[in-house]
């Protein structure tokens, strides 16, 4: 065997080995070595706001480094917990979503729901993302009137307005049934008879400072035992 045959052998034996050892590392890598992730230093309850204190590092097998949790604690700050997490183990990425994804609007907001007629709330042509202001009318006592007003034993209506720029987060009719039809269009959803079937707003989710909460609150209440009217109109942008 001539010289240049040995060469060519060796250095095919040699593109071998390195194959081989290149192969073994990263099937050693996989399935033996180990990476550190994110896990509950104790089980966090559903509807937490989620912020890297919560969690500590543990070390799991390398292999799960490609599966969808998350890794590192800093990931997960500001999100917020869709089911109970269990203490010690990975966090799946549907399991903590940001707090709109979940909740509908942002964590600084209270969602309230308050009831509306088509006539008072812009004709029913309210949409999701829009902003509102709220208005509330009711007759003024006659203790608050004029003394005119009160030889003559009139009322007076009063319009004020009780929250503004309000955000619009979800539109339903009574049943509870998706009244936005623009939202719809946006996601090409149709009827099987290829017209869609709009249904009345009458319910409007809200997403409301905690301050005017209660106010918003109390003029619902208002209008439906003293005879008040709720009255919504479009913002200005």
Do not use: C
């Not at 203790?143 to 005119?148: D, I, K, L, R």
């Not at 008879?193 to 709009?198: A, I, R």
């Amino acid at each position: 065997m001539n010289r240049t045959i040995q060469l060519i052998i060796g250095l095919v034996a040699l593109v071998l080995a390195l194959g081989a050892g290149f192969y073994g590392r990263n099937a050693y890598l996989k399935e033996v070595s180990t990476v550190q992730i994110a896990v509950p230093i104790q089980a966090i309850q559903p509807y937490t706001l989620l912020s890297p204190d919560l969690f500590s590092l543990r070390e799991v097998p390398r292999a799960m480094q490609t599966l969808p949790y998350y890794q590192d604690p800093e990931e997960m700050s500001g999100l917020i917990s869709t089911v109970q997490l269990p203490a010690g183990l990975p966090v799946a990425k549907g399991l903590a979503v940001k707090p709109e994804d979940f909740r509908l609007a942002d964590t600084a907001f209270e969602v309230v729901s308050i009831p509306v007629e088509p006539v008072s709330a812009v004709g029913g042509q309210i949409h999701v993302g829009q902003r509102v202001n709220l208005y509330q009318m009711m007759d003024q006592a006659d203790s608050e009137t004029t003394s005119a007003d009160k030889t003559n034993n009139a009322r007076s209506l009063q319009v004020r307005q009780i929250a503004s720029g309000i955000m619009v987060v979800d539109v339903r009719s009574s049943q509870g049934l998706a009244a936005d039809s623009l939202q719809d269009e946006q996601h090409g959803s149709t009827s099987l008879s290829g017209s869609q079937q709009v249904q009345q707003t009458q319910i409007l989710t809200l997403a409301l400072p905690p301050d005017q909460v209660q106010e918003v609150l109390r003029a619902v209440a208002t209008a439906k035992k003293q005879g008040g009217l709720l009255w919504t109109t479009l913002a200005k942008p």
